[in-house]
Every structure is written in C-alpha cells, then in structure tokens.
C-alpha cells in the first residue's frame, strides 16, 4: 500500500474510473493519503463523482510516470469521521481554502479489496493487494 500511494503521488495526477448507469466516468485526482494503515481518497459530497461513488463503489485508479504506470481495482469506503477527513486536509493545505473537515461537503474513502499492478514496458507487472 505505502508503494502504491508513493507512486500516485509521485505521479502528482491520477485518474479515477467510476460508472454512472452503464457509462464509464474518468476524471483526474490528486489526493492521497494513508491515514490508520489504509489508503485513501478525497472529493466533495456536491460532486458527480461522489453520487456515483455511492451508488457503485467499484473504482479503478490509474497512474503514469517514466514509463511506468499503477492500476489499482478495489471498493471505495466513505470514513465519514472528522479525523480521517482532517487528516486528510493536514496532507494536503492548498484544500483548505476549498474544503474544511466540518463544512459538511468534504467526503473521504478508503480503498478495501484493493488490487494494484505494477507495469512498465521493460519489465512483467507485479500486482499486490491490500
């Protein structure tokens, strides 16, 4: 997991795949954090993306950088306490002046059940779960 989130933000731009009915959805993130041994993820509750997150909580993440690139597949969990929120926001202080852990549209997953491959083009991929 530490690998994985080193990765993407290293990559600094990531993009998370979503579906909303039978239509794929890809926008590009930028936040990660590892907060109490799990890696997470942060939007806004007023967002599309958020609404189908919480209809189907199936994602996929991508990443690339030098010629390497991530794919995590996993289940999006929203932690809606303040602390996971805020720790969230401690990572990341360019969000604070968007987002507050109390303005009751800040929202924060963790990934469960996540696969994340590891590929380049010299190399065979390495996929680990957590």
Aim: proline share 4%; glycine share 6%; with cysteine.
């Amino acid at each position: 997991m530490e690998r994985a989130a080193k990765f993407l933000k290293d990559a600094e731009v990531y993009y998370l795949a979503t579906v909303e009915g039978d239509q794929p959805r890809v926008r590009p993130f930028g936040t990660v954090n590892i907060f109490e041994g799990k890696l997470y993820i942060q939007t806004g509750k007023v967002k599309e993306v958020s609404k189908q997150i919480h209809v189907n909580p199936k994602v996929e993440i991508c990443a690339f950088k030098n010629g390497e690139w991530l794919r995590i597949s996993g289940e999006l969990v929203e932690d809606d306490r303040r602390e996971a929120r805020q720790s969230m926001l401690d990572a990341y202080p360019s969000l604070q002046a968007m987002y507050s852990a109390d303005d009751g549209n800040t929202e924060v997953f963790y990934i469960k059940n996540a696969r994340a491959t590891f590929s380049s083009f010299t190399a065979a991929p390495e996929t680990v779960e957590f």
